[in-house]
């Protein structure tokens, strides 16, 4: 199984050149972000760095970080489940890398997500239980 989780929301035209055989849009309830927005904290970006360094972490009106990545992971045991061989997810890039994270031995964090593009786009190809993981866009 394939899934491409993406930083941002493609029209099919534009990832035409993928074998694309289903596009999940916001479909899946537990892809939407909570409430709480850091961005407008003018301490976001320790904030943010702070939330892959403490997993649960939560500041007010917001969730942590385990509770992000548990509803990221429970997107893909459904996909997974389904049958679907070739799938997109788009998502923002903190649950992108949230979810790379749990794949990835845990060597995808707070630097990782910096130094992305926007857009993004990473392959996941699944071949068992764990996933090969390949950076295949960068905007």
Not at 8 to 23: E, G, H, M, S, W
Not at 36 to 45: A, D, G, I, K, L
Not at 80 to 100: E, F, P
Not at 127 to 134: A, M
């Amino acid at each position: 199984m394939q899934i491409l989780p993406m930083k941002v929301t493609y029209k099919p035209r534009d990832l035409q050149n993928f074998c694309i055989i289903k596009i999940l849009k916001a479909s899946f309830p537990a892809l939407m972000s909570g409430q709480f927005n850091p961005f407008f904290h003018p301490n976001w970006y320790e904030m943010l760095r702070n939330t892959f360094i403490d997993l649960e972490l939560c500041y007010e009106g917001g969730e942590s970080s385990n509770a992000a990545i548990k509803r990221a992971l429970s997107v893909i045991t459904d996909v997974r489940k389904n049958g679907d061989n070739n799938v997109v997810i788009a998502t923002h890039g903190n649950l992108m890398s949230l979810l790379l994270m749990q794949f990835d031995n845990k060597q995808f964090g707070f630097e990782e997500w910096d130094a992305l593009s926007n857009p993004d786009v990473y392959h996941l190809y699944f071949d068992g239980t764990s996933p090969t993981i390949r950076r295949i866009w960068m905007g």
